[in-house]
């Protein structure tokens, strides 16, 4: 089992930064991808960025060059650094693992960002 908690959250104005946190535990030696989903209202969760053990990273277009993925494996913790936030990056953040095939969430955070 992998339990993931994330945090850094809030509200901000368009053009602002965020960053986000989501800390790992459990069985976590097993995790080999770890990556942020987000959902606003009336929409269906999307993807927004992952890395895999080896260090890649991909992100979505919509986020491509504003928003940054990294890994703190001593900390457990993986990020997701927002910047030039736009009103349509409004949504709650989900993080995401998978860990032998299984996929674990986490409880959500929500970003909401103002004109």
């Known amino acids: 089992q992998v339990q993931l908690v994330e945090s850094g959250g809030g509200s901000v104005q368009a053009g602002g930064s965020l960053r986000l946190s989501c800390a790992a535990s459990?069985?976590?030696?097993?995790?080999?991808?770890m990556g942020w989903y987000r959902q606003s209202p009336g929409n269906q969760r999307e993807w927004v960025a992952s890395?895999?053990?080896?260090?890649?990273?991909n992100y979505a277009d919509s986020v491509k060059d504003r928003f940054t993925i990294s890994r703190d494996n001593a900390k457990n913790t993986v990020y997701l650094q927002m910047n030039s936030l736009k009103p349509e990056d409004t949504a709650v953040y989900y993080c995401?693992?998978?860990?032998?095939?299984?996929?674990?969430w986490g409880q959500g955070t929500q970003v909401t960002v103002s004109s």
């Open positions: 459990g069985s976590i030696s097993f995790i080999n991808a």
């Open positions: 890395g895999v053990s080896g260090g890649a990273t």
């Open positions: 995401h693992a998978v860990s032998r095939w299984r996929h674990y």
